[in-house]
């Protein structure tokens, strides 16, 4: 069973470029995460799908943000208009929602590091 | 709204000593979910455990064990016989309504404890 996945690792951008990120979850898993992690702070999150619906955004979500998850299975998210603000690590999770003992776990990926010169 | 809060930002203390991590929590639901994260300094964090609001019962895995009181609000994590291994920072998280759909299913992570185990 592999773990999720995210590509790319790392990513340098100059400020006012778009750029999109990529995150397959673990297959079986029907919720995905995006959290936002800067350096010496915890997670935060940005948003969750169930299967391909939106169902939460968080206030840090600006208009610059938009994620998506079209056939239920990876997320693109993408930034428009970088901003040296936006300079962070981007971490993508997923569980399943069930009975089972492990339901609702959030596994995470390794992060895209990203970086707005 | 929901809040972790860490106090302990950094910890360090020698091999085979055991260490408490301390995690208060504030949440206005009944309901609510609490996560220990760990992660080490490749960067990926590792799911360590979930526990459910209404199962105060304290959970011990080999070194590792938990100690979840609900009438102080707090679910500390302690490491037995520390190990090198074992630096890194730690995060517990709370999730409320899990599966409800109705929202705050995100994880609130506290800002972490970097813990350093010397040698």
């Known amino acids: 069973d592999t773990g999720v996945s995210q590509d790319p690792r790392h990513k340098i951008t100059k400020r006012g470029q778009n750029v999109t990120f990529r995150c397959d979850p673990i297959s079986e898993h029907n919720r995905l995460y995006w959290y936002r992690q800067t350096l010496g702070q915890g997670p935060e999150f940005l948003t969750y799908f169930q299967n391909e619906a939106q169902l939460e955004k968080s206030r840090l979500l600006s208009d610059r943000f938009s994620a998506e998850r079209p056939k239920g299975s990876f997320s693109t998210l993408e930034i428009q208009r970088t901003e040296q603000g936006d300079s962070a690590m981007y971490l993508c999770a997923s569980s399943s929602q069930g009975e089972g003992l492990s339901s609702y776990e959030q596994y995470f990926g390794p992060g895209t590091r990203l970086t707005v010169t | 709204a929901q809040k972790v809060t860490q106090a302990q930002t950094e910890i360090s203390v020698v091999e085979k000593e055991d260490v408490t991590l301390d995690c208060v929590y504030e949440t206005r639901d009944t309901t609510y979910y609490l996560f220990w994260y760990k992660q080490p300094p490749s960067g990926e964090l590792v799911f360590l455990i979930r526990?459910?609001?209404?199962?105060?019962q304290n959970e011990i895995s080999g070194r590792y064990s938990w100690n979840f009181q609900k009438s102080t609000s707090s679910f500390n994590f302690t490491i037995t016989a520390s190990q090198v291994v074992d630096s890194a920072v730690y995060f517990c998280?709370?999730?409320?309504?899990?599966?409800?759909?109705?929202?705050?299913?995100?994880?609130?992570f506290g800002k972490g404890t970097h813990l350093i185990i010397q040698p």
């Open positions: 998280a709370l999730s409320e309504a899990l599966g409800s759909g109705g929202g705050a299913d995100g994880l609130t």
């Open positions: 526990r459910n609001s209404f199962d105060e």
